[in-house]
C-alpha cells in the first residue's frame, strides 16, 4: 500500500477543519500562516530526518518539505 492511500483518511479528515478551509481558501492572514509555518517546521524536519535516514525519501523528494517553510518565512 502506497503511502498516499495509506494517509488518505487522515487528509480527508484534515481537509474539513475549518482552518484548512480557510488556508485552502487563500483568505488566511500572512502573519497568522507564518505563524503556521513556524508550528510547523519542527514536526517537518524532525519526520525528514528520520525518513532520510531510513532510506523512505528516495522515491519521494517532494516530501521534503522543511527547507520550502524556512525559505517562505
Not at 478551509?21 to 513556524?38: C, N, Q, R, T
Not at 514536526?43 to 525559505?71: C, F, N, T, W
Request: hydrophobic fraction near 40%.
Amino acid at each position: 500500500m502506497s503511502l498516499k492511500e495509506l494517509t488518505k483518511e487522515n487528509h480527508t479528515n484534515a481537509e474539513r477543519q475549518q482552518f484548512v478551509k480557510v488556508m485552502f481558501s487563500g483568505k488566511i492572514d500572512p502573519e497568522f500562516y507564518a505563524l503556521y509555518l513556524w508550528n510547523q517546521f519542527p514536526a517537518y524536519e524532525l519526520l525528514e530526518i528520520m525518513a532520510q535516514q531510513h532510506g523512505l525519501l528516495d522515491d519521494v523528494p517532494e516530501l521534503l518539505r522543511s527547507k520550502k517553510i524556512m525559505s517562505a518565512s
